[in-house]
C-alpha cells in the first residue's frame, strides 16, 4: 500500500486530496492546523492525522519522531497561506513578509529535509509541493501581491535546488500549479472545484517519473516558465 503525507488537510485542496487518495487505497498521514468533522470522519476511516503548524520546529520535531523507521513514498506539501491584506508597495511590512515567507518557502523545505528518512526508505520518492503561477517572474505582467508573489517565487528557487540535489538519489520533485479554485484563497469565481483541482494534481503525482523531476506543472499537465 502506498503512503502519502499532506500537510494543510484540514480544509481546501488538502482535505480534497487526502479524501480522494484515501478512496484510492493509499495509506494516507493528514497533517493539519485544526480538524475539521470531514478530516475527522476520514480519520475514522483509517487515515492518521496529526495536528501539525508547518512553522512550528517543535510540532515538526514531534510529527517525525512519531514517523521514525516508516517509509513515506510521497509528501505533499500543501499548506501555504495568501499573507497579509496589505500587500501593495507602500502598505508592506516586514512582519507580513517574514511570516508568508516562513509559511511558504521555508517550511516546506525544512519538511522535506525532516522527512528525507522516510522518504528515502520509500518507493516512490516523490516530493509534490503546491506553488502557484503567481511566483512566476516570466508570468508576472501585473505586479503587485508582494508577498504571495515573493514566498512563491523563492520557493519555486529552492524546489528547482533540491531537484538537482536529490535527482540522482532517485527523487521527483514537483512544483505544482492547483489552477484558480474555489476556496477561501481563491475566491469564488474560481474555474475549478476543490476536487476537480486535487484531481488534477492527483494524475500528475501518480504519473510522475525521474523525467518531470524540476518541472514547474500547471494542473492540466502543461509547463509553466520560471
Known sequence: MP??????????????????????????IACHRSRSPALSALGERGVSLHSLDVVDDAQ??????????????????????????ADAFGELDAAGLLATLHVNTVAPLLLAQALLPNLL????????????????????????????????AGLNAAL?????????????????HPGWV????????G???VDESAA?????????SQRDNGKFLDVDGHELPW
Open 3 to 28: 503512503s502519502i503525507l499532506i500537510t494543510g488537510a484540514g480544509r481546501g485542496i488538502g482535505l480534497a486530496l487526502a479524501q480522494q487518495y484515501c478512496e484510492a487505497g493509499w495509506q494516507v
Open 191 to 193: 474555474q475549478l472545484s
Open 121 to 152: 526508505a520509500g518507493s516512490r520518492k516523490v516530493i509534490a509541493t503546491l506553488s502557484s503561477r503567481m511566483g512566476s517572474i516570466a508570468d508576472n505582467g501585473s505586479g503587485g501581491h508582494y508577498p504571495y508573489r515573493a514566498s512563491k
Open 160 to 176: 528547482k535546488s533540491l531537484a538537482i540535489d536529490l535527482g540522482p538519489r532517485g527523487f521527483t520533485v514537483l512544483v505544482l
Open 60 to 85: 515538526i520535531g514531534e510529527l517525525t519522531a512519531s514517523l521514525a523507521g516508516k517509509p513515506l513514498d510521497v509528501l505533499f506539501n500543501n499548506a501555504g497561506v495568501y499573507g497579509p491584506d
Open 182 to 189: 474555489r476556496t477561501d484563497m481563491g475566491g469564488p469565481h
Open 200 to 208: 488534477g494534481l492527483r494524475r500528475l503525482v501518480d504519473r510522475a
